[in-house]
């Protein structure tokens, strides 16, 4: 839709699907156990709600990765298949709009589970991922054309990998800009 028509819809319920794709690129060596490419397809549908009230927007998705199996991961002196099974995740924003001040804020987290890998089918429980991250975002718009970001998440909840602080600050350039007032 035209910028002007966007300026003027109002958001009530939105219900969204989506579909990633991971094909196995990059080169693979199953010798080395830290690898640039993957050896395996990963496919994760997902799908998302959107709703708003006044200012406030509620954004929700919930997707599965699922995984085709690795014939040749790493396990020395020779490489094995290995599977994964699917990985759960849920992902939510509750977000404030600024109207006058054309800026927003949200509390965002997310939480994922699954993902249990087995080698030459001897599944390892030990490998199942449980981990959830909490943070916040906030952007301001200072030219017609431009904005600044700024978010910061930490995991709240890390069953191993990913206990880490992320803070992401950005610099945003739109060639459409605000619409123009008649």
Known sequence: MAPQQFAKWKQKVLLGASVTVIAPTGQYDPAKLVN????RWAVKPEFGYSQRWGHWV???YGGVWFYTTNGA???LPV???QTEEPIGSFEG???YDFKKARMWASLDGNFWWGGITALSGIRNPETKQTSSRIGGTFAYPFTKHQSF???YSYGTYVRFGGNYQN???AWQYSWIGWPKKK
């Open 167 to 169: 803070l992401q600050v």
């Open 93 to 95: 924003h509750w977000s």
């Open 149 to 151: 970001k700024i978010a």
């Open 79 to 81: 490489p094995r298949p």
């Open 58 to 60: 509620l954004d929700a």
């Open 36 to 39: 640039w490419g993957i050896n």
């Open 73 to 75: 991961s790493y396990d």
